[in-house]
Nanobody
């Protein structure tokens, strides 16, 4: 069982930066792929970024490549999402998710077993 708690959301002007963090409880954190998803009103939940259990493989949505960076610290059971050059279209509730590492980074939300409660990110003037 893995419990996830996000922090770091808020309101930022377009072009600004935010850093989201997700703290995980439970054992064997390094055995889990971790991902950040987001969901805007009226839209489906989409995967923004993902990182493998060992941290050697990452994957990003095309819309955030070059602006967002996912990282993890397995000694602290945390995963982070650094978001730079934020745009109004990035406004959404952001969720941290975990999936047991089977050698691939799942793209679909249904494939992730554990979820945080979400944190609101708003990029607006």
């Amino acid at each position: 069982q893995v419990q996830l708690v996000e922090s770091g959301g808020g309101l930022v002007q377009p072009g600004g930066s935010l850093r989201l963090s997700c703290a995980a409880s439970g054992r064997a954190f390094g055995h889990y792929n971790m991902a950040w998803f987001r969901q805007a009103p009226g839209k489906e939940r989409e995967r923004v970024a993902a990182i493998s259990g060992g941290g050697t493989i990452t994957n990003y949505a095309d819309s955030v490549k070059g602006r967002f960076t996912i990282s993890r610290d397995n000694s602290k059971n945390t995963v982070s999402l650094q978001m730079n050059s934020l745009k109004p279209v990035d406004t959404a509730v952001y969720y941290c998710a975990a999936d047991f590492d089977r050698g691939i980074l799942p793209a679909r939300a249904e494939e992730y077993d554990y979820w945080g409660q979400g944190t609101q990110v708003t990029a607006s003037a």
